[in-house]
């Protein structure tokens, strides 16, 4: 039996996975393998470096103090370069690589406590690549790139951009990898959205989040009679851009304690996809 901790991109709304790692950590419930993509990738780094309870608090305090600044730190220079075309981006990765070289507990992917993949995409083929060794800041921030507002990360002679364009919660790679018991941590989506972001970031993050999250229910749907796949519930109703960071607090409360809830029911049941469609509140 191979357990599988899957985490999903979901940028701000990473904060929600934490609450649910809290919780399951607590429980008991620990993986053989993380496989993750996006924010995923880099919530799932820090669990690769320390799984205890008090790594996980630091966590979710770093959660806590992060600033919108401090991974999408825009300037006119970047911005207005990248609109007229000198750059593929918008501004720069070097404040996600200055997160990961103060926190990352380790400097090669194969040197994780608990073995981690992380899935980005290659920008000229448009497929998943799985990472499995070398420099860890880079794979997870090749992972982390979302195309057009970060550079894309050369490895190997790839340039590649963020997992979640093609493989947002990557439940296959968890399953080729041998997992037979699969916890899929989603991020969800801003499901009572009141107002139209008002930045294109946040226009941007909103849009790839609902495209993931369908990409979701389709692979749940597809892989439920292959392995024991187990959807942690995503936080919903939900009213938080994913371009918003100052809700961290709020949602790793929320998701440490519906999880619980959860775990306290009969919490396998059938089509688990529905929890991903698409839906709307009145």
Request: net charge negative.
């Amino acid at each position: 039996m191979t357990t599988a901790f899957v985490l999903s991109g979901g940028a701000s709304l990473g904060a929600i996975e934490v609450g649910m790692l809290q919780t399951l950590i607590d429980r008991g419930i620990r993986p053989d393998l993380i496989v993750g993509s996006s924010v995923g990738a880099l919530n799932g780094a820090w669990l690769a470096g320390g799984s205890s309870e008090q790594d996980l608090r630091e966590l979710a305090d770093l959660w806590r103090g992060l600033e919108r600044s401090a991974v999408f730190p825009a300037t006119w220079l970047t911005g207005f370069t990248g609109f007229i075309g000198v750059r593929n981006h918008l501004v720069s990765n070097h404040a996600i690589r200055r997160l990961l070289a103060k926190h990352l507990r380790f400097e090669r992917m194969e040197s994780a406590s608990i073995p981690l993949h992380v899935v980005a995409t290659d920008v000229l083929t448009g497929k998943d690549v799985r990472l499995s060794t070398g420099p860890a800041i880079d794979a997870v921030t090749a992972s982390a790139s979302l195309p057009g507002i970060l550079p894309p990360v050369v490895i190997d002679g790839r340039s590649l951009m963020d997992g979640g364009v093609v493989n947002n919660t990557p439940i296959s790679h968890a399953i080729e990898l041998g997992a037979t018991t699969v916890w899929v941590l989603p991020t969800g989506y801003a499901c009572t959205l009141s107002k139209v972001p008002r930045s294109a970031l946040g226009m941007g993050l909103l849009g790839v989040t609902l495209a993931v999250n369908q990409r979701l229910a389709l692979d749940i749907e597809r892989y439920e009679n292959v392995a024991d796949i187990r959807v942690v519930p995503p936080l919903c109703p939900l009213d938080t851009s994913p371009a918003d960071f100052g809700n961290a607090d709020e949602l790793i409360t929320r998701a440490r304690e519906e999880t619980a809830m959860w775990l306290d029911e009969d919490h396998i049941v059938d089509r688990q996809a529905i929890l991903l469609m698409p839906h709307t509140h009145r």
